[in-house]
């Protein structure tokens, strides 16, 4: 794996439709889906070669994890999903590979990424090769709202990690999916910085799989509590 379990356990119902705003019609859902290791890291989770920036040299720490039905829920995630919102390098890594390889077109993957709308975050992208691509270079708050402001469904962000703090710091995700590799790098970018704001987190689904991938979905909670002096 580098794209679920025995030991089910689940808080609630995982709310995959679109949000209510009130008591109308639902409006889309900003989604985020991560493969981090114990220790955070999420840089070259696939081929060792994806991502060596940084003098970073241990890639690949995702791919043979997790079991057929952790596969199984990644496929059904992208499947459910009315567009994709990418960072610039995700974009590129995606477009090079689920956009440009036939193989990998034809995967399940690939196809519900070929065939939703795709929007990417960058002021220096002009020219998008992966077709149905709409580039975000303004206010990207803006853009973002306007796009979750849409009727129903659900707009994914897949690793993608500076777009992905980014969105949570301005209050923009809906559910966040972590996928935990067992696994301790020591090296690499982490999805969370060493400094960065806080936030509180209530737990809508947890799943251990056969090989000890978890999958936890959190949706924000607002700001933790602290113990007082």
């Known amino acids: 794996m580098s794209d679920r379990g025995g030991g089910v356990r689940s808080r609630g119902e995982a709310a995959h439709k679109g949000r209510r ?11 985020t889906m991560t493969q981090v290791t114990l220790d955070g890291v999420m840089q070259g989770n696939g081929a060792a070669s994806d991502d060596r920036r940084n003098g970073f040299e241990r890639g690949g720490w995702a791919r043979g994890a997790g079991d057929d ?11 459910r999903a009315d567009a994709f919102l990418f960072g610039r390098r995700t ?3 995606f477009a090079g590979s689920w956009g440009s390889i036939d ?3 034809a995967h399940p993957i690939g196809v519900a990424l070929n065939e939703a709308p795709k929007y990417v975050a960058s002021t220096t992208l002009t020219a998008p090769r992966w077709e149905d691509t709409t580039v975000l270079r303004g206010d990207l708050a803006a853009a973002t709202s306007e796009l979750k402001a849409k009727p129903g469904g659900e ?18 995700v809906d559910e966040m ?6 696994v301790i790098l020591g090296q690499g970018a982490r999805l ?25 979905v959190y949706r924000p909670a607002g700001r933790p509590r602290y113990a007082t002096a």
């Open 91 to 93: 974009y590129e890594l």
């Open 155 to 172: 707009l994914q962000v897949h690793g993608s990690g500076a777009l992905t703090r980014w969105l949570l710091e301005n209050d923009l």
């Open 21 to 31: 705003q009130g008591k109308g019609t639902a409006i889309m859902k900003l989604t």
């Open 69 to 79: 039905e952790t596969r199984t829920f990644i496929t059904q995630t992208y499947q």
């Open 192 to 216: 969370f910085p060493e400094t960065g704001p806080d936030l509180a987190l209530d737990l809508v689904e947890s799943r251990v799989d056969s090989k000890g991938v978890t999958i936890q």
């Open 177 to 182: 999916t972590l996928i935990v590799i067992p």
């Open 103 to 105: 193989q990998m077109r």
